[in-house]
């Protein structure tokens, strides 16, 4: 599996937005770029999304570099209850990748 | 929908007894994973299924461990003998179709000490 780079924390404030980058250099023209985060004491929870273009739901946007060597989660208004450790991961449909394979993700706080 | 059920949350068993994780997917879903989350290792993918079929097992631990899917509507874990190395967070994932494109749902986790 393709590897993606993420910082182990950051941290930001309430009511401002949050970009949380992930770095894939060797993503391949397949790769899916998924993002889940998990809550303290949950499960871990579906995010977003994307192959090429930028992406959007009720929960975040997914920027995707030009060359898909990185991308940005964001997060417009982040709230007391984003805090929590967000993963992203590359998912090769192609290859049956079915497996999602986790990293040690990025920890985010956020301050009241 | 009531999304994954995995029982019990919580398992506090003695060393070398047998103990069994339960998982109820969610209907329609035909893909079943187990995964397996500690400090030092973060989270593990353990098992999964296809059609109720296991597909890769390679992140098993070891035999002590084995999982069955008798039916599209259930699945469980077994540690037999469980050793206090066993103590983690077990979750259970469920997700539609095997495209590799579809976003999974996580159960809320079996917390399991064995002392």
């Known amino acids: 599996d393709a590897k993606t780079t993420q910082p182990n924390s950051m941290e930001s404030n309430e009511e401002e937005p949050v970009h949380l980058p992930c770095n894939h250099s060797t993503i391949s023209g397949t790769d899916y770029i998924h993002w889940y985060r998990q809550l303290p004491s949950q499960g871990p929870e579906y995010v977003i999304h994307g192959l090429t273009s930028n992406v959007n739901n009720r929960m975040a946007s997914l920027a995707i570099a030009e060359d898909r060597k990185s991308s940005t989660l964001i997060l417009h208004r982040a709230t007391l209850r984003d805090a929590a450790v967000y993963y992203c991961?590359?998912?090769?449909?192609?290859?049956?990748?079915?497996?999602?394979?986790f990293g040690q993700g990025t920890r985010l706080t956020i301050n009241p | 929908d009531a999304g994954v059920i995995q029982s019990p949350r919580h398992e506090v068993t003695e060393m070398g007894q047998e103990v069994t994780l339960r998982c109820k997917p969610i209907?329609?879903?035909?893909?079943l994973f187990w995964y397996r989350q500690t400090m030092m290792r973060g989270l593990e993918l353990l098992i999964y299924f296809n059609n109720n079929v296991p597909i890769d097992d390679s992140g098993m631990p070891e035999d002590r461990f084995s999982a069955k899917m008798p039916n599209a509507s259930f699945s469980t874990l077994k540690i037999q003998p469980s050793e206090p190395r066993d103590s983690a967070v077990y979750f259970c994932?469920?997700?539609?179709?095997?495209?590799?494109?579809?976003?999974?749902?996580f159960g809320s986790g079996t917390r399991l000490t064995v002392v």
């Open positions: 991961i590359l998912r090769d449909p192609i290859q049956g990748a079915q497996k999602l394979v």
């Open positions: 994932a469920s997700s539609r179709g095997s495209s590799g494109t579809k976003g999974y749902t």
């Open positions: 209907s329609g879903h035909n893909s």
